[in-house]
């Protein structure tokens, strides 16, 4: 799913230690340009935060994965992103690459990723 829109606010970054290791997730809201705009918190997670540097006021066209989980009840719902593209920058000898750290598309599902 792509959403396009401005950046008009960065939440604190947030990190700590998983059984896996390290971790750092960096929060974003962005506001949609439609009829009624929408605001939209989007994460960023490891070493993309620094790669990307994404800061107040830009306007982006995002590539994100909505996935909810259920703990004790509640749904809980992520929107991560996988690819970010400023707007407006894109002809300026970019030749469509996509930006550095995300993959062109997400990667393809094959019958072996299937749990059934």
């Known amino acids: 799913m792509e959403i396009i ?3 008009t606010q960065t939440l ?19 506001e949609t340009k439609d009829q009624y705009p929408k605001q939209i918190c989007f994460m960023v997670w490891g ?6 540097g ?3 006021g830009q306007e982006l066209k995002v590539s994100v994965d909505i996935e909810s ?5 509640r749904w809980y719902t992520d929107v991560k992103a996988w690819r970010v593209e400023p707007l407006g ?3 300026a000898g970019g030749g469509g690459q996509p930006p550095q750290g995300f993959p062109e598309e997400p990667p ?3 019958e072996d990723d299937i749990p059934f």
């Open 5 to 7: 829109g401005k950046i």
């Open 54 to 56: 994404i800061s107040e």
């Open 69 to 73: 989980r259920e703990f004790n009840g």
């Open 12 to 30: 604190p970054e947030k990190s700590g230690q998983s059984a896996r290791g390290p971790w750092r997730k960096q929060e974003y809201i962005l």
């Open 89 to 91: 920058q894109q002809s």
């Open 108 to 110: 393809p599902h094959t």
């Open 47 to 52: 070493d993309k935060i620094d790669e990307l």
